[in-house]
């Protein structure tokens, strides 16, 4: 049977406390140590109750289903988002949007937003990550390391790939905000040592928004999520990209859980060079 542990951990450049939600999976017990999974938007993975759209990702039902098919356990260490006002798009861009609070895209947008991302990365890579190798029985290197998330949470996980890519191999970004910051997240793309292997997993609906009054939204979605596409296409072999464009695919966790055992099943199988 699996686990879902909560537990408290101190984010040190707000000085606030957050819950992090761990998925452990049934053979957790078993005498061997297991990959591990960093998702973002935690409250919205595991548990209806605590989801923020009356949906979740049903991440547990679908890792217990891989753990069924393949033997292959994976741990979920899930960090809820910064809740309140604008703070989650503050936590998942390192970039800050200056002109967000002048366009038609998000209208109660008044201020600057973004610009916490390298904090929230630094703080998964150089505080959590080595606190959860510790506590529970992780294979630690970045072979078995990953990192999902999806609209905001794909863009912090692009981006911490880029950071960081000597801790992280394997990135899911499902219906990725890239109309937030796409020139400067491109631009990271571009610079990305390449001696570090990835596996990338992008996907993206044709009916996404954020915003049901500004008709254009789809295709800033669709747009960026290619530009993203192409980009890492001239940088990374095949076997390690794979981008899906689902027809109808709107902007929900249903859709992402949907896609979701998909993403784990390219992430980890073995490439074919």
Request: aromatic share 14%; proline share 4%; net charge negative.
């Amino acid at each position: 049977m699996h686990q879902i542990i909560k537990d408290q951990v101190t984010i040190p450049y707000l000085g606030l406390e957050r819950t992090i939600r761990i998925y452990l999976p049934p053979n957790y017990e078993e005498n061997k140590s297991f990959p591990v999974i960093y998702m973002h938007d935690a409250q919205n993975l595991f548990d209806i109750e605590t989801s923020s759209y009356g949906a979740i990702w049903d991440v547990h039902t679908h890792l217990n289903d891989y753990y069924n098919q393949t033997g292959q356990g994976i741990i979920v260490v899930g960090i809820d988002n910064y809740e309140g006002g604008f703070n989650r798009l503050d936590e998942y861009s390192p970039w800050i949007n200056t002109e967000i609070k002048n366009n038609a895209l998000l209208a109660d947008i008044k201020e600057d937003v973004g610009g916490l991302g390298r904090d929230y990365i630094d703080f998964i890579v150089n505080e959590l990550k080595p606190m959860i190798d510790i506590k529970y029985k992780t294979l630690s290197d970045r072979e078995h390391t990953a990192m999902i998330g999806s609209s905001m949470g794909g863009l912090i996980s692009l981006y911490a790939a880029t950071d960081y890519p000597e801790i992280f191999s394997k990135i899911g970004a499902f219906s990725t905000a890239v109309w937030f910051a796409e020139e400067e997240l491109l631009y990271t793309i571009n610079k990305l040592d390449t001696s570090f292997p990835i596996k990338w997993y992008l996907d993206i609906g044709t009916n996404e928004t954020s915003n049901d009054e500004y008709s254009e939204f789809n295709q800033l979605y669709l747009s960026g999520s290619k530009s993203v596409y192409q980009t890492l296409k001239k940088k990374v072999s095949e076997p390690y990209l794979k981008f899906i464009i689902e027809d109808g695919g709107i902007h929900n966790e249903r859709d992402w859980s949907r896609r979701f055992p998909e993403a784990i099943r390219f992430l980890f199988e073995t490439p074919q060079n």
